[in-house]
């Protein structure tokens, strides 16, 4: 049967512009690092990615290595948007990313030229798009001179391969060469995506306004610190969790009992609100004027709907923000 989306998607969603630029995106956006693989139901990826649109999600996050098995994510996401979105290409903002492992030997897994060069064709191909929207180097990898990297990144969008291009995960002192480089050359680096949530806030040191300062928007992944600040770990780790499978990057250890405690207790208060705990974390990042979006990962529909629930009260006062704080530090 024909996919036809909800024509009142856009009227549900919110929308902030990234940074010192004319893009849009959704302040939920969606993320394939987990539950779009090969080993993983493509019935139920196929449910979500309808669901997000309909939904409003305009903005899809993927990267080369996303699966399992690597590559899996974007091969799977091609073929849900050949199947049933090849019509809504221009609605949507579709991003990839290189520089973490994917391919054996010397060039598959670092932040050289060679390596982003070959990656963006490899997932172009996987994804069967003409285009990404977005393209990000994936992180500093240490080695690679930043300027090797950056200039790119500069080549890539230069070239057509990608619209706009971005960072994720560098370290302040290497993402202002990466805003100046990128500047300079007439490429401003759109958006700088890290992870940051109620239990993980190195960002708020200097990153988030380093990115701020330079017009970069910011798109916070991983918001619910990988499903425990929902109220998934409040008594145990469930089976299918992300904690209990192998293949999941929440490893059984990193459910400590003072993160357990920490989420009954701000559970307690997003209940208070009218809001699941999952909700209240969504909207306690989107909070920050400087955010502009969060990328959720979900592994059902219903996961993905109680996350959108959270447009539904972004406000908070300045009463509950202490006594979040107060939790948190
Ligand atoms: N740039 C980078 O280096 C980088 C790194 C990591 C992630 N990312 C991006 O950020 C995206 C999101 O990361 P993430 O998946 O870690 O995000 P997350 O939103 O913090 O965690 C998502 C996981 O939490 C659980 N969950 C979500 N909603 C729930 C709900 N309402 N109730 C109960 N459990 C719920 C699910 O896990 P279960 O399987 O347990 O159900 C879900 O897969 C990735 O897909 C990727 O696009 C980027």
């Not at 903005?59 to 090849?86: C, M, Q, R, T």
């Not at 009260?313 to 300045?318: G, I, K, R, Y």
Request: aromatic letters at 10%; hydrophobic letters at 40%; charged letters at 25%.
């Amino acid at each position: 049967m024909e996919y036809l989306p909800d024509s009142s998607r856009y009227e549900k969603m919110q929308y902030r512009y990234c940074g010192n630029s004319g893009i849009l995106l959704p302040i939920i956006s969606l993320g394939l690092w987990h539950n779009f693989g090969s080993v993983d139901n493509f019935d139920t990826a196929t449910d979500m990615i309808k669901c997000a649109f309909d939904s409003g999600i305009t903005h899809f996050d993927l990267a080369n290595n996303y699966g399992p098995v690597p590559g899996s994510a974007e091969e799977n996401f091609g073929k849900i948007i050949k199947k049933d979105f090849s019509a809504y290409r221009d609605e949507m903002i579709i991003s990839s990313k290189a520089g973490h492992d994917m391919w054996a030997g010397p060039y598959g897994g670092n932040s050289s030229r060679k390596n982003l060069m070959a990656s963006i064709d490899q997932s172009l191909k996987r994804t069967g798009l003409d285009y990404f929207d977005i393209f990000y180097s994936h992180r500093y990898d240490e080695v690679t001179p930043v300027e090797e990297t950056i200039q790119t990144l500069i080549d890539i969008v230069k070239c057509g391969k990608a619209l706009y291009a971005g960072i994720s995960k560098y370290p302040p002192e290497k993402a202002a060469i990466a805003y100046k480089m990128m500047k300079e050359a007439g490429v401003p680096c759109l958006i700088s995506q890290y992870k940051y949530n109620m239990f993980d806030r190195e960002v708020e040191e200097a990153t988030l306004q380093l990115a701020a300062d330079n017009g970069s928007g910011f798109i916070a992944f991983s918001p619910l610190a990988q499903g425990m600040l929902t109220n998934k770990y409040l008594h145990g780790i469930p089976e299918n969790s992300r904690a209990a499978k192998s293949t999941g990057f929440l490893k059984r250890e990193q459910v400590t009992d003072d993160k357990v405690e920490k989420a009954r207790k701000l559970s307690a208060i997003a209940d208070r609100r009218g809001q699941t705990l999952a909700e209240m974390a969504l909207a306690w990042v989107l909070n920050d004027s400087r955010m502009t979006s969060v990328i959720i990962g979900a592994s059902s529909v219903s996961q993905l709907k109680d996350n959108l629930a959270t447009l539904r009260n972004l406000h908070f006062s300045q009463e509950e923000l202490a006594e979040i704080a107060a939790i948190l530090n």
